[in-house]
């Protein structure tokens, strides 16, 4: 006898989004019905309008759909109002972008522990957590420099420390290999497997690299705000 | 804690900037300073004037004298307690531009003025010299005179030249008191009128009257005109306070000039600050919506800004405020002693604190109410 499938982290169903130009909309998802379990490292592949971007930023809850249903861990996050999505997002969700989004102004320290002001953490556990962490992503003798004096990947990888620091349920990363060379590159593909592999994490991955995808365990093809061919799963 | 390290490393973040930001609202906080002070110093007069005095004069024009029968029946009103002689003397020091007023006034005026404090043996020397004058400590101190010194005077209302022997010097009670006249006998301007031009004899330009009680001021100055209504010279009495009001109301549109200027300063700071402020906000859009990503709310992004902007104005205000009773000492040494009285008000730091306060919160009223509208999506669009 099968044992009962989890229900999934992320269930998308009939999500549709536009946008208004002018006097015309344009249709940028249409239809997206989708399921992403907890535990899974998913890439969103495809060309440049694909829709990948918003589909990534209406899973992270920084936009919202016109119709269709979108709930995370059980809750539907497009019934949340922005305070909501707001506090939702600061406990549930781990942000990695392509251009980093560093505070130029913070350490690499203080750029870690932004997440943790809004927690009620004591200034001793932040620096505990965020210590680990930046020793987790190697940069622990670098916690004191600025964004400007560590390289692009450093700096993702300070960023990805920001994005696990509040352990979230889910990470979104937005193109995280973009801006890279090859070995930063591949360096921070190895750290997601890791934070996939070893604590669990989901990831949601949008890329438009074919090697960088290949890093996730799942991929998923968009076309002109549809999904193509269902879910590739790695191996098959 | 974290928002004001936020706030500050934000604030310096373009050094060059910020510092012109701070230094222009520092020349605007002084600049609104000193010409606030140069308005009150132009009022000074007036609102040191006593509620227990009154000033009776011709009621057609200043220019016209009284004669001094009218004196005997202006201490007879109800009310009266002293009445004493004045006129405008107008002579030149030598040079025109060494200006200060001088009066010509009868013995008992010194006892008007208890504001005017000086000691009993130069009062006595004065008034045994009929040439000895009496001159303000302000004056005394601008030309460097002392007692027994001679000042000449070359009259222009009253010709010929006249010389006087300095016999006291008085102070003011205060600082608020302008010591920067000079008092000379009524008498010896009369005699001397007498003998040289005699229709211009036992006139007098204004009567000063002492009144017993302030509040009756308005009764006792009808009183005292009903007595030469329908006369060939009729009066006007008033307070000190609207006597001397009367002079400044004839500089009333540059005193208005120079109050817009002050404000259009405030005004042109404004603009520039909430400039700086929109060009800050503008490109940081992309760190503003991170923040927000990361679960910052529109208000803490608002409290941003707004503490950046007032950061700005209050050191850019606060070293404005500091300079200006300094910047007040130079510009009184510099204008050369047409301000007697130049010192920087209560209310005029106080207006300072509030114009700093406002250009803070005004320059950043819009880059906050942008920022906190902001969709995430179009702000993390901007880093691109």
Not at chain 1, 158 to 169: K, L, S
Not at chain 2, 353 to 367: D, E, K, N, S, T
């Amino acid at each position: 006898m099968n044992a009962p499938l989890a229900a999934p982290l992320v269930e998308i169903r009939k999500l549709a989004k536009g946008y208004v130009r002018g006097e015309q909309r344009v249709p940028v998802l249409s239809d997206i019905t989708l399921d992403i379990q907890s535990g899974d490292f998913t890439a969103l592949m495809g060309p440049s309008g694909s829709g990948k971007t918003t589909l990534l930023n209406l899973i992270a809850g920084i936009d919202k759909p016109d119709s269709g249903t979108l709930l995370v861990g059980g809750q539907d996050i497009t019934r949340f109002s922005e305070s909501e999505l707001a506090d939702w997002r600061a406990v549930n969700v781990g942000f990695i972008f392509q251009f980093y989004n560093l505070m130029p102004v913070l350490t690499a320290y203080e750029n870690v522990e932004l997440p943790l002001m809004l927690t009620s953490l004591g200034r001793g556990e932040r620096r505990e957590r965020v210590e680990m962490t930046l020793a987790v992503v190697g940069l622990a003798d670098r916690m004191k420099h600025y964004p400007n004096e560590l390289s692009g990947g450093q700096q993702q990888r300070v960023a990805i420390a920001r994005a696990v620091i509040t352990d979230p349920t889910l990470i979104v990363a937005d193109e995280p290999t973009g801006d890279l060379d090859r070995n930063s590159a591949a360096d921070v593909l190895a750290m997601l497997q890791r934070l996939n592999r070893e604590l669990g994490k989901t990831i949601i991955m949008v890329t438009h690299d074919s090697h960088a995808a290949h890093a996730a365990k799942a991929l998923i093809h968009l076309e002109k705000g549809e999904i193509i061919g269902g879910v590739e799963r790695a191996g098959t | 804690m974290f928002l004001l390290k936020l706030v500050l490393r934000n604030a310096f973040r373009h050094k060059l900037r910020t510092l012109l930001t701070i230094a222009g609202l520092l020349v605007a906080v002084l600049a609104y300073g000193l010409l606030q002070t140069v308005v009150d110093a132009w009022y000074a007069g007036a609102s040191a004037a006593s509620a227990a005095r009154l000033v009776t004069r011709n009621s057609i024009s200043l220019a016209f004298p009284l004669p001094i029968s009218y004196e005997s029946r202006i201490r007879g009103v109800d009310g009266v307690t002293r009445v004493a002689r004045s006129n405008w003397f107008g002579g030149i020091y030598q040079e025109p531009k060494n200006f200060f007023p001088q009066f010509a006034v009868s013995d008992n005026y010194m006892d008007l003025y208890p504001e005017f404090v000086l000691k009993d043996a130069e009062r006595a020397a004065y008034l045994r010299d009929r040439k000895g004058c009496l001159i303000g400590r302000q004056l005394a101190d601008q030309f460097g005179l002392k007692l027994g010194d001679v000042l000449p005077l070359r009259g222009t209302i009253f010709p010929g030249t006249w010389e006087f022997v300095i016999r006291g010097i008085f102070d003011g009670s205060d600082d608020t008191k302008v010591t920067r006249q000079m008092m000379f006998h009524w008498d010896y301007l009369n005699e001397t009128m007498r003998k040289t031009a005699k229709r211009r004899a036992d006139q007098v330009g204004i009567y000063v009257v002492g009144i017993d009680n302030p509040d009756n001021a308005a009764a006792v100055s009808v009183n005292i005109d009903a007595l030469f209504r329908n006369s060939l010279a009729e009066t006007l009495t008033e307070t000190e306070q609207a006597f001397q009001l009367s002079f400044v109301a004839m500089s009333d549109q540059i005193i208005a000039a120079i109050r817009v200027v002050s404000y259009v300063v405030i005004l042109i700071i404004m603009a520039v600050m909430a400039n700086t402020m929109a060009m800050s906000a503008r490109e940081r859009t992309a760190e503003y919506a991170t923040l927000k990503t990361l679960g910052f709310g529109p208000a803490f992004l608002a409290l941003l800004i707004f503490g950046e902007s007032l950061l700005i104005c209050a050191v850019g205000g606060g070293i404005g405020i500091a300079l200006t009773a300094p910047a007040a000492a130079g510009f009184k040494q510099a204008a050369g002693g047409i301000f007697p009285i130049f010192s920087v008000s209560h209310e005029t730091l106080v207006l300072q604190v509030a114009c700093a306060l406002a250009v803070g919160i005004a320059a950043a009223i819009v880059p906050a109410l942008r920022t906190a509208r902001i969709r995430i999506v179009d702000g993390l669009r901007a880093i691109a």
